[in-house]
């Protein structure tokens, strides 16, 4: 079967979990379909926006990505089934779908309707990703789900679309990869003292990660403790300059604060992530949360948020703390209490650092779920038997 794989990321260039997820599906895919990943800039055909949209305008980059839709769907003529990952491919997707009669599977990696401050970035763009993304989503023939929270979201957001219609299938992790590095050269390169404990975070520099809250939780961790902030590619230049304003801050009044703001190589990621005594996801909205599976590969204990598909995969006691949290009324899931979260966000790092014979055997724990329950082949084939029944026979 030749399959084509729509996704805005793609290696070399990725900056999210969508793109750390279609880099691994498309090289374990290869074992069962003829893959082709069409993605922006790179990957086996590489698309670009139209000149004719160029432009600061925050519009301008949604109406960018619906052209970039526009050259994918040309281009998947030859395909027996299209794939797509976010909202800036979906609608290409339902396009391949409407030119070519093939069927489209659709991945929700997050929803638009429960990220509203995309808007502080895509302004009116914000109205066109959310069209694109119900508009895929509502026609696909099957939309997969990165975990049970997120299928009850799917259908609760879109409650039009047939809950027959949506399938769980986990993220993975590549656990040869992903492993303990005890080597030290890494933290040496950073300053980083490889003998006090240390509080690891990697993500995006966005509202759903929580980052403002980590940093006031910060205020809260035993002297002892280092910060390790690997974070970039702000969502507006406005919050950018808050987390550098909350970094400044902290650094004036404790030692150990570590600010990465490149995107560094897979390998440093994986050596911070080996010496974390905590790796601290504070996120306020997270269909799964990868990152989470590649600290707990590379053995580290894990303090995040209770929510969404979270809690699927971080066990609670076992391979690390859940914080419970309280969403306000804004829809945007912010906590009620920010003071609060962030404050028993800090009690739970303070336990693990207390104790880390205790942070040791939750990251040995954390690893042996990661190889025994989200291994990649095993989540490919899923994805191939997916497919099968899709195709209507010539």
């Not at 432009?55 to 980059?61: H, I």
Request: hydrophobic content about 45%.
């Amino acid at each position: 079967m030749k399959v084509a794989l729509f996704t805005r990321e793609y290696p070399p260039e990725v900056y999210g979990g969508a793109g750390v997820h279609v880099e691994y599906l498309a090289r374990e895919l290869r074992a069962f379909e003829d893959v082709t990943v069409h993605a922006w800039g790179v990957g086996d055909v590489p698309h670009t926006a139209w000149d004719a949209l160029s432009g600061d305008a925050p519009e301008l980059a949604a109406l960018r990505s619906l052209s970039i839709d526009l050259t994918m769907a040309a281009g998947a003529q030859d395909a027996d089934l299209v794939h797509t990952h976010t909202w800036y491919a979906q609608y290409g997707g339902h396009l391949a779908k409407l030119v070519w009669g093939i069927p489209h599977v659709a991945t929700v990696h997050s929803l638009e309707p429960l990220r509203p401050w995309k808007e502080e970035q895509l302004r009116g763009g914000y109205r066109l990703s959310s069209y694109a993304e119900k508009t895929a989503l509502e026609h696909a023939d099957a939309v997969v789900a990165v975990s049970n929270g997120t299928k009850g979201d799917i259908l609760r957001v879109y409650p039009d679309i047939d809950p027959d219609r949506v399938h769980v299938i986990y993220n993975g992790i590549d656990t040869d990869e992903y492993k303990p590095d005890l080597g030290t050269e890494v933290l040496e390169k950073y300053g980083i003292d490889p003998n006090k404990p240390s509080v690891v975070f990697v993500g995006r520099i966005t509202r759903q990660k929580g980052v403002v809250y980590l940093l006031e939780a910060v205020k809260q961790f035993a002297p002892d403790a280092q910060l390790v902030l690997c974070a970039g590619s702000p969502d507006t230049p406005e919050l950018g300059a808050e987390i550098a304003q909350r970094v400044e801050d902290l650094k004036a009044t404790r030692e150990g604060v570590f600010w990465i703001e490149e995107m560094i190589p897979k390998p440093e990621v994986i050596q911070l992530l080996s010496h974390a005594t905590v790796f601290a996801c504070p996120s306020i909205y997270e269909p799964l949360g990868i990152v989470n599976l590649e600290a707990m590969a590379c053995e580290a204990a894990v303090v995040a948020t209770a929510t969404g598909g979270i809690v699927e995969v971080v066990v609670d006691e076992e391979t690390g703390f859940l914080v419970p949290i309280e969403p306000g009324d804004d829809g945007t899931g912010a906590p009620r209490d920010p003071a609060k979260f962030a404050s028993d966000l800090a009690a739970r790092v303070n336990e693990l650092i207390a104790d880390p014979a205790r942070a040791k055997a939750m990251g040995v724990a954390g690893r042996k779920r990661a190889v025994a329950s989200f291994a990649w082949p095993a989540i490919a084939e899923q994805t191939s038997r997916l497919y099968r029944p899709l195709i209507v026979p010539s």
